[in-house]
């Protein structure tokens, strides 16, 4: 609900003629559901832009969120909707932070009586939607950081790792979806051309089961690679993981398949030509 012209104009001179107390109290009640999780500094601060940005809303015609003259108040609370939620603070702690000018608003109306109810419900509508739209901020905020968050850790859980000159490997540990396995498609391709690798090395030690999704994001890599002029080795088809394929049927044609990490190798070894050193026996002197 919009502020009359009236209520408008009161409004913006309470906030005017008691400044100091406005911001004084406004931050201590700030400061009580906070439990001490920000400096007194800080949030002084942001409770003075606050007060400062809808000092101006005021005076401009309208503290109305939607409208133009209220656009550097929408900033501000969305600039502290964002701060609060990369410091791990609650959507919860931070509407407070804003709903906390419905006590000091109410202190300053107890001295007119006549219009302090009226005028009080009016502000409490105002400062409900200031509230709703620093929520409304803080959870698009969280989102886009746990978003962040999500696609860093897919990055972290498909490395894509140099064995030596012309060899590469990807161990997958967890679930393969979609998502994963179009990342670990991307890096081993890009891997390929960054080390110009002929072979590669796709363990599934750490994969807890292979179902025909599972096996076709495997087949579309290898593939992939093929087209990249690299050949692909699969590693840690462990005999409960065999069964699956059997039972499911799926073909992985002329693919290498091996039992493990070492046994896949081994098997590059042999196709690079490349002599691995053995230990000789000590002679007694």
Not at 217 to 230: C, F, Q, S, W
Request: charged share 25%; aromatic share 4%; glycine share 8%.
């Amino acid at each position: 609900m919009a502020l009359s012209a009236e209520e408008n104009g009161r409004l913006t001179g309470l906030l005017s003629e008691h400044a100091e107390r406005v911001v004084q109290r406004w931050t201590e009640v700030a400061t009580a559901s906070l439990r001490g999780r920000l400096s007194q500094a800080e949030l002084r601060r942001q409770v003075q832009d606050l007060h400062r940005s809808m000092v101006e809303a005021g005076r401009g015609g309208s503290f109305d969120l939607e409208s133009e003259s209220a656009g550097e108040l929408r900033a501000v609370l969305a600039e502290l909707s964002r701060g609060r939620a990369r410091q791990g603070f609650t959507a919860t702690e931070t509407a407070v932070s804003v709903y906390g000018l419905k006590d000091v608003l109410l202190e300053l109306l107890e001295s007119d009586a006549d219009t302090a109810l009226r005028d009080y419900v009016a502000f409490s509508s105002l400062v409900d939607q200031m509230g709703l739209f620093t929520f409304e901020s803080f959870v698009r905020t969280r989102e886009g950081l746990i978003a962040d968050q999500a696609e860093q850790l897919l990055e972290l859980s498909t490395p894509v790792v140099k064995i030596w000159e012309g060899v590469v490997a990807v161990p997958l540990v967890g679930t393969l979806d979609s998502a994963r396995a179009q990342v670990v498609m991307e890096r081993l391709l890009q891997t390929l051309v960054d080390t110009s690798s002929p072979y590669a090395i796709i363990d599934i030690t750490g994969v807890p089961a292979v179902d025909t999704q599972v096996a076709q994001h495997i087949l579309k890599t290898v593939v992939a690679a093929r087209l990249m002029g690299a050949d692909c080795i699969i590693s840690g088809i462990r005999p409960q993981i065999a069964q699956t394929i059997v039972a499911l049927g799926i073909e992985f044609g002329d693919i290498a398949t091996k039992a493990s990490l070492a046994d896949a190798l081994r098997h590059v070894l042999r196709l690079t030509g490349a002599e691995t050193a053995r230990r000789q026996p000590r002679r007694e002197s």
